[in-house]
Nanobody
């Protein structure tokens, strides 16, 4: 499966952005989907994950209550709605797809990765 992330940009602190990740292929609903991010000079970290049906969500503590992950299996797309953005949310955001049933926060559980989209939050 090929993944194409979009929606990044420059936003002021307190603002919102919605990231999208479009997947190719006809088996999108067979993949657990996740969002990860990598800030400058830091390792990539987990942000959010969603299971096959969208009934189970998993978030990093740093984004709970501010970010929402969702998916539309008919459109082969996963979304990340980001509200109340902070400067520390600045990073390249990657979407990922993995085989399985659990919305995992572990990178090695994911088999396919998109190219990333840059989110910059100014103070």
């Amino acid at each position: 499966v090929q993944l194409q992330a979009s929606g990044g940009g420059l936003v002021q602190a307190g603002g919102s952005l919605r990231l999208s990740c479009a997947a190719s292929g006809r088996t999108f609903s067979s993949y657990v989907m996740g969002w990860f991010r990598q800030a400058p000079g830091k390792e990539r970290e987990f942000v959010a994950a969603i299971n096959l049906s969208g009934s189970s969500l998993h978030y990093a503590d740093s984004v709970k209550g501010r970010f929402t992950i969702s998916r539309d299996n008919a459109k082969n797309t996963v979304y990340l709605q980001m509200n109340s953005l902070k400067p520390e949310d600045t990073a390249v955001y990657y979407c990922a797809a993995g085989f399985g049933v659990v919305a995992s926060g572990t990178e090695r559980k994911y088999d396919y990765w998109g190219q990333g989209t840059l989110v910059t939050v100014s103070s």
